[in-house]
Nanobody
Framework: QVQLVESGGGLVQPGGSLRLSCIVSRFILDYYAIGWFRQAPGKEREGLSFITDTDGSDGVTYYEDSVKGRFTISRDNAKNTVYLQMNSLKPEDTAVYYC??????????????????WGQGTQVTVSS
């Protein structure tokens, strides 16, 4: 059974940081790329970053321009978890954040239709 479970969202002040976690089934981490997306009210789901499958390495990472330099994606294979460290948060980062899994080669720019399985989402609110 394919499962992705996000956590770590919450309320943070502008300029603050949050770390989101996505716990995935172990076999997912071996064969799928894991991506992070977000969706703000009234807007389309937006791709942020992905990390490729293990293949004996730490994986290759990709970032969309909107988060490059502020967000960092990483993985802990021992914990079956992919993280999204978000720094220098802005009010426009407010959204529901989702992790998703894609079987096969992941490419950018990221599109939701490229991904096969999704988590339930976690709310991030950046406000003073």
């Amino acid at each position: 059974q394919v499962q992705l479970v996000e956590s770590g969202g919450g309320l943070v002040q502008p300029g603050g940081s949050l770390r989101l976690s996505c716990i995935v089934s172990r076999f997912i981490l071996d064969y799928y790329a894991i991506g992070w997306f977000r969706q703000a009210p009234g807007k389309e789901r937006e791709g942020l970053s992905f990390i490729t499958d293990t293949d004996g390495s730490d994986g290759v990472t990709y970032y969309e321009d909107s988060v490059k330099g502020r967000f960092t994606i990483s993985r802990d294979n021992a914990k079956n978890t992919v993280y999204l460290q978000m720094n220098s948060l802005k009010p426009e980062d407010t959204a529901v954040y989702y992790c998703a899994a894609r079987l096969g080669v992941a490419v950018g720019p990221m599109g939701p239709s490229q991904y096969d399985y999704w988590g339930q989402g976690t709310q991030v609110t950046v406000s003073s």
